[in-house]
């Protein structure tokens, strides 16, 4: 569409007497313009369009069409498939957990020397001496956790591909469920690193807006070693280090795709010299509260 047309209107390029909604739609993709105009009368003055109505009846089919295929092929792409990737395989871990657990109650009234957890699904999935009702449940379970165990894989194989810097500097799978949380590639590329720093610590966040907690330290990331393995009155300042090279990367990933190894080397530097504040300091002996997303206060 020309400049011209678009201030003639994205209808003007259809055939008056046979308007297609494809073309309609290709109109409505492609075309903008810089100022508002009466489109509805230069639609009738066109041809295109019998009067308003059948105006706005055209632009609604066009506009709803141009949205579906647009967001069709926004969930075609690779970082889409790889959030639906991961949340998949966290749902199937989660399920697998908790059906080994009702497993393991329900074996436990018929077999004295019930387990607990998804090995002893395994176990029961090969003896003969179980009730069928409670074999099949184990069936599920033990399902369930293979196909955790094959998405784990496909993300742990894709994410490089993807998104190759940011899956460097924190690892396949954080790096998965930060693009889920962001929403893809795109999305976590134009997040400020403040707010990398917390996703996945959100009701702890609300809380701290709301004047009912204090300010979280990091969300997801606190599984990464600079954070876990740095001692709590200095994991805020990890986090915050590491935050910053994640933005940098997914940056880096989404608008040329360039690897820059230095951002590992950078953050190595930058951990050593937050974890060297507290010398003979055991981070392993932090609190438990400090051991989820959220922690809390600042360093």
């Given at each position: 569409m020309t400049d011209d047309d678009a201030a003639a209107g994205w209808f003007v390029a259809l055939d008056p007497d046979d308007p297609s909604l494809?073309?309609?739609?290709?109109?409505?993709?492609?075309?903008?313009?810089?100022?508002?105009r009466n489109w509805p009368t230069l639609a009738v003055e066109a041809g295109v369009a019998d009067d308003a109505?059948?105006?706005?009846?055209?632009?609604?089919?066009?506009?709803?069409?141009?949205?579906?295929?647009?967001?069709?092929?926004?969930?075609a792409a690779d970082d889409r498939q790889l959030v639906h990737a991961v949340r998949a395989m966290d749902d199937c871990e989660r399920t697998a957990n908790e059906l080994a657990e009702r497993l393991a109650e329900w074996a436990g009234s018929v077999d004295p020397d019930a387990g607990v957890g998804v090995e002893y699904a395994r176990d029961l999935t090969e003896r003969e001496d179980v009730p069928l009702r409670i074999a099949s449940l184990a069936e599920r379970v033990v399902a369930l956790d293979d196909e955790t165990a094959d998405l784990r894989e496909y993300v742990e194989r894709e994410t490089p591909t993807i998104a190759p810097n940011?899956?460097?500097?924190?690892?396949?799978v954080?790096?998965?469920?930060l693009l889920s949380l962001a929403g893809g590639l795109e999305p976590l590329a134009k997040k400020p690193s403040g707010t990398i720093q917390v996703l996945g610590a959100e009701d702890a966040l609300f809380a701290h807006l709301q004047g009912h907690a204090p300010s979280p330290k990091h969300g997801i990331i606190y599984?990464?070693?600079?954070?876990r393995g740095t001692h709590p009155d200095n994991?805020?300042?990890?986090?915050?280090?590491?935050?910053?090279?994640?933005?940098?990367?997914?940056r880096v990933d989404h608008y040329s795709g360039e690897m820059k190894p230095e951002l590992e080397a950078e953050l190595a530097e930058r951990i050593e010299t937050i974890q060297s504040r507290t010398d003979g300091s055991n981070a392993d002996a932090d609190d438990s509260s400090d051991d989820e997303p959220g922690g809390d206060g600042d360093d």
């Open positions: 494809e073309s309609a739609t290709e109109a409505v993709r492609d075309g903008s313009a810089s100022t508002p109505e059948d105006y706005y009846d055209l632009l609604h089919e066009a506009t709803v069409d141009a949205t579906r295929e647009a967001v069709r092929e926004r969930e940011l899956a460097a500097l924190a690892g396949p954080l790096a998965a469920r599984v990464h070693d600079a954070v994991r805020g300042s990890a986090a915050r280090a590491l935050a910053g090279k994640l933005a940098i990367a997914a």
